[in-house]
């Protein structure tokens, strides 16, 4: 069972990542037949946002990757749909420990109106660092489109952050374009905690 919203915000790292794992096995795993957005046929697939616009889910994925920000990031990115509920609770967490984070979200399609912008929310000074937040990465390549965008407008993009990492490639790209990613889950850290609760 996932801890007590109102424990959420001052239990300890190590307390909330457990409690996260119970909860990504319970509402946002399964087996069976899919096929993911890459077009690859699993066995299994990863909902993130049964748990990411959960209350306490989305609150304990903050918590966790708030504190894997490296020192001075000024913002957190990522390309809409899958991170936009993690980018704005990430924020909001640092908001209460004091550490202002900017949530920008990243349009895969430039708005067709008014300043057609593909990068939505606060505008920070050239150079800032903005870190890539993603909820379940396969190949990786959804990140570099943020990626290659925040580039483009003149921020510094050196780190991916996921919530759960396939171990399909994605790392490898990422290390290819010169990026450090961390994820807080593995898919083999994930199944093998889903199969001895069955």
């Known amino acids: 069972m996932p801890i007590p919203l109102t424990d959420v915000p001052t239990a300890d790292l190590s307390t909330i990542r457990q409690a996260?794992?119970?909860l990504i096995c319970q509402v946002a795993y399964k087996e069976g037949d899919f096929t993911l957005s890459s077009g690859k046929k699993s066995?299994?697939?990863i909902n993130g946002k049964q748990v990411t616009l959960h209350a306490q889910g989305g609150l304990m994925v903050a918590r966790l990757l708030l504190d894997m920000l490296p020192p001075g990031t000024a913002g957190v990115g990522g390309l809409t749909l899958g991170a936009d509920p993690m980018?704005?609770?990430?924020?909001?967490?640092?908001?209460?420990?004091?550490?202002?984070?900017?949530?920008?979200?990243?349009?895969?399609e430039a708005k067709g109106h008014g300043t057609r912008a593909y990068i939505e929310g606060p505008e920070l000074p050239a150079g800032s660092a903005i870190v890539i937040i993603e909820d379940v990465v396969t190949t990786g390549a959804s990140a570099l489109q943020a990626v290659e965008r925040l580039r483009q407008a003149g921020y510094?993009?050196?780190?991916v952050l996921a919530l759960v990492d396939r171990q399909q490639g994605g790392q490898a790209l990422y290390?290819?374009?010169?990026?450090?990613?961390?994820p807080i889950f593995t898919i083999a850290e994930l199944q093998t905690h889903w199969r001895a609760q069955q």
């Open 20 to 22: 996260l794992l119970d």
């Open 87 to 108: 980018v704005s609770a990430i924020s909001i967490a640092g908001a209460y420990e004091n550490r202002p984070v900017t949530p920008l979200i990243i349009r895969k």
């Open 175 to 182: 290390q290819s374009e010169g990026l450090n990613f961390r």
């Open 43 to 45: 066995d299994y697939y």
């Open 156 to 159: 510094q993009v050196n780190d």
